[in-house]
């Protein structure tokens, strides 16, 4: 029976690769309280400057999250240094109180996308969020992290310069 478990286990997350993704990242909030200062930071190499990206955040929080958002500060520094930094409001339920994401239990996962972007250099990039609430620590979010995977050039990209 354990084998048979774990085999089912192992297809279920082999299948739920995302081959696209050169970023598909999940870091674990300390208690599930996300504090202010509490950076969470995914870093990517960018060789292909002449594609466009799906940004997208990752988010696991537990059903008891008291908001229908999440408000975060995404900070990306480039490989020469220079850093942009954008407010974001990340939708995790419905008007009517439907959580977005998918889960079992207690814990709902959702990616919610950010922008495409186009990156304007080659090199390491580094994405920081923080938590950007009225409440400090914020109850409920459980893991946070960065999705990056390309997409076809649409005129809708975004450059992060």
């Known amino acids: 029976m354990m084998r048979w478990l774990f085999g089912f286990f192992l297809l279920i997350s082999l299948a739920s690769c995302d081959g696209n993704a050169l970023l598909n990242d999940f870091t674990s909030i300390d208690g599930g309280e996300w504090k202010y200062g509490e950076f969470v930071t995914n870093e990517v190499e960018i ?8 940004l ?4 696991r929080h537990d059903v008891e999250y008291e908001w229908a958002n999440l408000f975060c500060i995404l900070h990306i520094q480039h490989p020469d240094g220079k850093k942009f930094d954008q407010r974001i409001n990340l939708i995790l339920a419905e008007p009517d109180g439907q959580w977005k994401g998918k889960g079992f239990g207690s814990i709902k996962e959702a990616r919610i996308p ?3 972007v186009k990156f304007p250099k080659k090199g390491k990039y580094t994405f920081q969020l923080e938590q950007n609430m009225r409440l400090n620590p914020l109850k409920g979010i459980e893991d946070v992290g960065c999705y990056l995977a390309k997409e076809e050039i649409t005129n809708d990209s975004t450059s992060v310069e």
Do not use: R
């Open 47 to 54: 060789e292909d400057t002449s594609t466009a990206f799906q």
């Open 56 to 59: 997208s955040v990752n988010v």
């Open 114 to 116: 950010v922008a495409l």
